[in-house]
């Protein structure tokens, strides 16, 4: 690199009879913390036998690299210094294709950022970026899942504890006690067993007490949006699924790119969880045969299209290819998964333009209605309790191991999930407020993103309001209780109600405010009988570090204390929440140019 410092990388190259082909060949680059495979990797052995070089490299710090990892600090000008090193070699033709899924897409976007010569184009898949709104901190809470990645991944394969197979063997052992760390936050400085690898310690303690605004979260390499003048003009296929940790920020680069980029842009969106491309499941969830892609068949053709010129008519796809779910029989497969099904359709934009944004409002008796609330006065309170989260259960989730699950679920407590007291519906407990439509008399498609608009109050200087997407299937002799399935679900910290770019001032007690909480974006057919729901609540863990209702700076309260929370839904304070709804008499979607 640039400072010195060397980097760890193998190289594939095509080959007859075990030796290379002389030549000049595309390279397709893969950048990752998780070990670059040492000859093993199976993309490498896959494309280089479709005619491509490929080199794996470890990022700073980590495995056979030299240097301290820094989250992506160092990956814009590590990735530029690696592309010049690449397009010098002699079986180098000067073009250069980046691959890799969730923290490897976001070494993509770090590297495109610095705009190197030879990059000509690029699959990110559930890629890390935007994450001061969503994947890390998300309305301003902070997403667990991170401290589980330092705990578990990213602390043990230091390359401290590498060298030390004591360390190593201890840190793993640390780890696998996620749910005590958590348990027993704030983390504060030297006092946890990451104070033997410092440099992951002091991320996860920053990134506990830093919020959205801080320019952290906004740097290159942590953030696209924030750095389009510099991103390099590439084609670029942006892959994600409706359970990833990460669709936020993907669609997010999507729609910021395709309209300041002239490079093509794509962008395919299926039920999946995170890097789950390959599958057909979504936790305990099932869909159709063919929602599950051949990945490397899929960048194999991009590739072809932009690295080697290859008329594989990639430029004449749609725009975006997105999978609707929702089409199934709501019965249970051989593997006992809930049929939920759906189906692929190509548009021409995103978020799609003939959504029509279709209100339904809060009422006291727990309904969702089409007509706004008449009474003078009417409001629901609840008790939030910090130390009685409500649990998490799916959801939009990675790096969950040993933490939480991913992905579509009933919404009931299993005997492993984390922060249950019992074994009942989430909806019976008192700190779930439950709005619901009657059951639908017509089909009913839900595509973009959900937008719950609530008026709250507290007794808490700064709370949390979380909003959660459901499907109230009916009950079937498979499911003779019903199933709830949860689609969508997101946060907000009341300091962030004003915007996630500053604090704004506590709450005063009894004061009333407008908030706007926005649910990862989704894709369903709500099936006539079928009733849609939203519940309300103040904490989702260990999704979500908890609020400690203190407003106390971020990450640092040992206090917490109990809230009143209170939904209002009166003539006044018309609480509502706004689905982008397809019409089956819109306009056709994408049709391709003859």
């Given at each position: 690199m640039r400072d010195g410092v060397r980097l760890a990388a193998d190289v594939y190259r095509p080959a007859r009879g075990g030796q290379p082909i002389r030549g000049q060949f595309p390279t397709l680059l893969t950048r990752t913390p998780y070990g670059k495979g040492d000859g093993a990797l199976a993309e490498g052995h896959y494309f280089a036998s479709r005619g491509y070089v490929v080199v794996a490299n470890d990022t700073r710090g980590r495995y056979g690299s030299e240097g301290t990892w820094r989250m992506m600090v160092?990956?814009?000008?590590?990735?530029?210094?690696?592309?010049?090193?690449?397009?010098?070699?002699?079986?180098?033709?000067?073009h250069v294709g980046t691959f890799g899924t969730s923290y490897v897409g976001g070494t993509q976007h770090a590297l495109a950022t610095a705009n190197p010569p030879g990059l000509r184009a690029m699959v990110p898949v559930d890629a890390l970026s935007n994450t001061f709104a969503g994947g890390m901190r998300?309305?301003?809470?902070?997403?667990?899942?991170?401290?589980?990645?330092?705990?578990?991944?990213?602390?043990?394969?230091?390359?401290?504890?590498?060298?030390?197979?004591?360390?190593?063997?201890?840190?793993?052992?640390?780890?696998?006690?996620?749910?005590?760390?958590?348990d027993s936050l704030p983390l504060s400085p030297g006092t946890s067993p990451l104070?033997?690898?410092?440099?992951?310690?002091?991320?996860?303690?920053?990134?506990?007490?830093?919020?959205?605004?801080?320019?952290?979260?906004?740097?290159?390499?942590?953030?696209?949006?924030?750095?389009?003048?510099?991103?390099?003009?590439?084609?670029?296929l942006h892959i994600t699924g409706w359970y990833d940790s990460w669709t936020r920020s993907v669609a997010m680069n999507y729609e910021a790119l395709s309209r300041t980029k002239r490079s093509p842009q794509r962008l395919i969106i299926g039920p999946w969880t995170h890097g789950g491309q390959g599958s057909a499941v979504a936790g305990e969830v099932s869909f159709t045969d063919d929602a599950a892609i051949d990945l490397n068949a899929v960048r194999l053709?991009?590739?072809?299209?932009?690295?080697?010129?290859?008329?594989?008519?990639?430029?004449?796809?749609?725009?975006?290819?997105?999978?609707?779910?929702?089409?199934?029989?709501?019965?249970r497969d051989a593997e006992g998964r809930l049929r939920h099904g759906g189906v692929w359709r190509a548009e021409r934009e995103w978020p799609l333009a003939r959504a029509v944004p279709t209100m339904l409002y809060l009422d006291a008796e727990g309904a969702l209605k089409q007509t706004p609330p008449t009474a003078?006065?009417?409001?629901?309170?609840?008790?939030?309790?910090?130390?009685?989260?409500?649990?998490?259960?799916?959801?939009?989730?990675?790096?969950n191991q040993g933490l939480m699950t991913s992905g579509g679920y009933d919404q009931r407590p299993r005997e492993d999930t984390h922060a249950a007291n019992n074994r009942l519906p989430l909806s019976e407990r008192p700190d779930v407020l439950v709005f619901r439509t009657p059951p639908l008399e017509t089909d009913l498609e839900v595509t973009g993103v959900v937008r719950v608009e609530l008026y709250v109050?507290?007794?808490?200087?700064?709370?949390?309001?979380?909003?959660?997407?459901?499907?109230?299937?009916?009950?079937?002799?498979?499911?003779?209780?019903?199933?709830d399935l949860n689609l969508g679900d997101s946060i907000l910290r009341l300091r962030y109600r004003e915007g996630l770019e500053r604090v704004a001032p506590p709450l005063a007690p009894g004061q009333i405010v407008p908030i706007a909480i926005e649910l990862y974006p989704t894709s369903n057919r709500f099936k006539k009988g079928h009733?849609?729901?939203?519940?309300?609540?103040?904490?989702?863990?260990?999704?979500?570090?908890?609020?400690?209702?203190?407003?106390?700076?971020?990450?640092?309260?040992?206090?917490?204390?109990?809230?009143?929370?209170?939904?209002?839904?009166?003539?006044?304070?018309?609480?509502?929440?706004?689905?982008?709804?397809i019409s089956a008499r819109s306009p056709s979607p994408w049709e391709p140019t003859p």
């Open positions: 160092d990956d814009p000008a590590d990735g530029f210094d690696v592309v010049a090193w690449i397009v010098a070699q002699e079986w180098s033709d000067g998300q309305g301003g809470a902070f997403e667990l899942r991170f401290a589980n990645w330092i705990h578990q991944i990213g602390a043990p394969n230091a390359r401290a504890a590498l060298a030390d197979p004591g360390l190593r063997a201890a840190l793993q052992e640390s780890g696998r006690r996620i749910r005590e760390h958590l104070r033997v690898v410092p440099e992951y310690e002091s991320w996860l303690v920053d990134a506990l007490r830093k919020g959205p605004e801080d320019p952290m979260w906004h740097a290159k390499g942590m953030s696209v949006v924030d750095h389009l003048e510099d991103y390099a003009d590439v084609p670029v053709r991009w590739f072809d299209r932009w690295l080697r010129g290859e008329p594989n008519g990639v430029e004449s796809d749609p725009p975006v290819l997105l999978y609707v779910m929702g089409h199934g029989d709501d019965r003078a006065q009417s409001a629901t309170t609840f008790a939030f309790d910090p130390r009685r989260p409500v649990p998490t259960i799916g959801g939009n989730i990675s790096s109050s507290s007794t808490a200087p700064d709370t949390d309001f979380t909003a959660k997407l459901v499907e109230e299937i009916p009950p079937s002799p498979d499911d003779p209780l019903g199933f009733r849609l729901r939203i519940d309300i609540s103040s904490s989702n863990y260990p999704r979500f570090d908890v609020n400690p209702n203190t407003g106390e700076p971020l990450g640092t309260s040992r206090r917490p204390r109990v809230a009143e929370n209170t939904v209002h839904h009166d003539a006044a304070h018309p609480s509502r929440i706004v689905l982008p709804v």
